[in-house]
């Protein structure tokens, strides 16, 4: 009997409706089976797991990867003087911390550097650090052949001034006697450092300097080609404890509008580098928390 086309299909037809019934219906089960869905979470949430009773692959969790930050200390050197108080409104202004390296007898040079000095005492957030009593008379080589008179002249500032600190900076010199880091920028003030550190002191040089011209007082670089000074330092490891940068300024030099406008640049810019967080010098490495002090306010 001859067969057309539709009778071929009409018969086809219910044998495939119901092979494809049954596959909807054996898909829609498994897919929404518990098990199911939650081999689906599991799989997005990287668990091992068996699905079907068999393993499947481990995915590991992405490690998030807390970066460390790199420090860096703002520390000002030579105050009380004309300078010294816009230094301090810009850093407090700007919520940073920093640290002032005094010179004792600046304190009594004016009305005006006391009235600056009793501001420094009061503020929040800042350090204040010993930078000798009468900063060598500017006469370096002479000062540091004496070590007992560089000693006495700490001591000075120390007893009248800080007396619980013992943080200094040398006047004129980038030495270092922190813990193991002993450095000695020229060797003739070798023994003077060594008394320094011999008489409980702990010395505090400097990585890079923010130079400025000494008869104009006028800063030598730009906020924006400091900040580049500081990446590249960083980057070529030039720091004395890697990852840890300490920067001298001089307050003198920002008594100068512009000059302070470029300081607050500085501050904001350093702000908002992820990579950067400003310190106080007594949390660098090495110095032990028991050389801190009364005097400090610090703010956490
Ligand atoms: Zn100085």
């Known amino acids: 009997m001859e067969s057309s086309a ?3 299909g009409e018969s086809a037809n219910p044998s495939f409706r119901y092979r494809f019934a049954l596959f909807c219906l ?29 393993a499947l692959p481990s995915k590991p969790l ?21 300078g010294t108080q816009n230094v301090l409104d810009i850093v407090q202004q700007e919520n940073v911390p920093a640290t002032f390296f005094i010179v004792g007898q600046h304190v009594f040079a004016s009305r005006e550097q006391a009235s600056t000095w009793d501001s420094l005492q009061h503020a929040i957030n800042i350090e204040v650090c010993n930078h000798s009593y009468t900063h060598a008379h500017n006469h370096y080589e002479k000062f540091y052949q004496q070590p007992d ?13 800080l007396p619980d600190n ?18 000695t920028d020229i060797k003739k003030s070798k023994a003077a450092m060594d008394s320094l550190q011999s008489a409980g002191f702990i ?14 007082l006028v800063v030598n670089n730009t906020a924006d080609e400091l900040l580049n000074q500081v990446d590249s330092v ?3 490891g030039k720091t004395k404890t890697p990852d840890h940068l300490v920067l001298l300024a001089h307050d003198q030099v920002y008594q100068n509008a512009e000059d302070s406008i470029q300081l607050r640049q500085f501050v904001q810019k350093l702000k908002m580098k992820d990579d950067y967080e400003l310190s106080l010098v007594s949390s660098y490495p090495g110095i032990k928390k028991d050389s801190l002090f009364s005097s400090v306010k610090y703010i956490p």
């Open 6 to 8: 539709s009778d071929e």
């Open 203 to 216: 010395v505090m040089g400097w990585d890079l300097e923010w130079h400025y011209d000494p008869k104009t």
């Open 234 to 236: 960083f980057i070529k």
């Open 62 to 82: 992405a490690k998030k990867v807390i970066k460390k930050k790199k420090k860096i200390y703002l520390t000002f050197d030579d105050g009380p003087n004309k």
């Open 149 to 161: 008179s560089v000693v006495s002249d700490m001591e000075k500032t120390k007893d009248e001034l």
């Open 26 to 54: 054996l898909f829609f089960v498994t897919c929404t089976r518990p098990g199911y869905q939650q081999g689906k979470t599991a799989i997005a949430a990287g668990d091992s797991l068996k699905y079907f009773g068999k």
């Open 166 to 183: 013992n943080i200094v900076r040398a006047p004129g010199r980038n030495s270092w006697r922190i813990d193991s880091l002993h450095y």
